[in-house]
């Protein structure tokens, strides 16, 4: 398969940061890597936390997924939601950053064999 297209698979269906690997760009894969594990981490740590604050409020005993689900919607998720896109903005520039580095490198490679 051509690496312009199976490096931006990678990064959009696997991890973001796997087509720069891929395209033997291992400091900006490992960048974007990186990043979107401390995104993930940063998100379900105060997902964490709300969920905990929810569950002792209302005391244990009481507690009830539909009382969860109905807190949650009532609660400020600014930061989620700016993770969230943060996350996507990093996403979107994996795919992108690898397909037009694998194009760049495959029309390389072209010229070479020429």
């Known amino acids: ?15 973001p940061g796997l087509g720069q690997i891929i395209n033997h ?8 890597l990186f990043a979107v594990f401390m995104l993930l981490v940063g998100a379900m740590v105060k ?13 244990f ?23 969230s896109i ?3 903005v990093i996403w979107i520039y994996s795919v992108l950053d690898a397909f037009w580095t694998g194009r760049k490198l495959e029309s390389q490679a072209k010229a070479k064999n020429r």
């Open 86 to 88: 943060l996350f996507m």
């Open 47 to 59: 997902l964490a936390f709300i969920v905990t604050r929810i569950i002792h409020e209302t005391g």
């Open 61 to 83: 005993p009481n507690f009830s997924v539909d009382i969860l689900y109905r807190r949650l919607q009532q609660e400020d998720l600014s930061t989620i939601r700016g993770i």
């Open 1 to 15: 398969m051509k690496r312009y297209l199976l490096s931006p698979l990678c990064s959009a269906f696997i991890v």
């Open 25 to 32: 760009n291992l400091k900006k894969g490992v960048i974007l």
